[in-house]
């Protein structure tokens, strides 16, 4: 899981919080508080397998509900594999050293 805060290298963020945090959006880090995102290039082609399940339903090769509802549970379940998985977070501020001592104080020094 590539949670992983670019400021303090420690868990930044939970799974659902980075699935719900765009490449436009920021989050706090819940460690150091300093400010983090998605990586963008990585988010786009994230996105992929989505856009492809969405091209799929809309060209109407595949006919019938169910066929179609897997196609684009499908593609959303292998997006947000990847995205959690593989697209990394960056910085989205300037590193304070302050902040990422107290914050990996407070964790025992664990990486
Ligand atoms: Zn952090």
Same mark, same amino acid.
């Given at each position: 899981m590539e949670t992983t805060c670019p400021h303090c290298g420690l868990?930044? !963020?939970? &799974?659902?919080?980075? /699935? &719900? /945090?765009?490449?436009?959006?920021t989050a706090k880090c819940r460690r150091c508080g300093l400010k983090v995102s &998605?990586?963008?290039? %990585?988010a786009l082609l994230s996105f992929v397998p989505c856009? $492809?399940?969405v091209a799929v339903v809309l060209s109407g090769v595949v006919r019938g509900t169910?066929? *179609?509802i897997a196609i684009g549970a499908g593609g959303w $379940?292998?997006?947000? $594999?990847?995205? /959690?998985?593989?697209?990394? *977070?960056? &910085?989205?501020? !300037?590193?304070? %050293?302050d902040a990422v001592a107290a914050a990996r104080a407070a964790a025992g020094h664990r990486t």
């Open positions: 868990d930044a !963020v939970s &799974a659902w919080r980075k /699935l &719900a /945090l765009g490449p436009a959006s &998605a990586a963008v290039p %990585q856009v $492809v399940a169910g066929p *179609l $379940v292998f997006t947000s $594999v990847l995205y /959690l998985v593989w697209v990394p *977070l960056v &910085a989205r501020q !300037v590193t304070r %050293q």
